[in-house]
Nanobody, 115 residues
């Protein structure tokens, strides 16, 4: 199993970014996917969740209305569209797959929101 995140960058408050997570080594379309983030000195927290078919999503209260999770099962990729970014969104963002009770993580991508 391999998960590779990309798309992180330095962005000004109010800006947008789209993160991608390319998956391989498992049947991507069969599994729900989750984005997490970890800010310096804080615990890793769940940001967004999407079911295997993409028909259902869920978000942390802190990002509702600003972030959108989606997936393309043909490309084995899950996305996180982040709009109206705030300094408190600064963190390393990770995608996660839970397969047969085991969690798999990518290496993370850094998002920094600062003027």
């Amino acid at each position: 199993v391999q998960l590779v995140e990309s798309g992180g960058n330095l962005v000004q408050p109010g800006g947008s970014l789209r993160l991608s997570c390319a998956a391989s080594g498992f049947t991507f379309s069969s599994y729900a996917m989750t984005w997490y983030r970890q800010a310096p000195g804080k615990e890793r927290e769940l940001v967004a969740f999407i079911t295997s078919g993409g028909g259902s999503t869920n978000y942390a209260d802190s990002v509702k209305g600003r972030f959108t999770i989606s997936r393309d099962n043909g490309k084995n990729t899950v996305y996180l569209q982040m709009n109206s970014l705030k300094p408190e969104d600064t963190a390393v963002y990770y995608c996660r797959a839970s397969i047969w009770g085991r969690a798999y993580w990518g290496q993370g991508t850094q998002v920094t929101v600062s003027s």
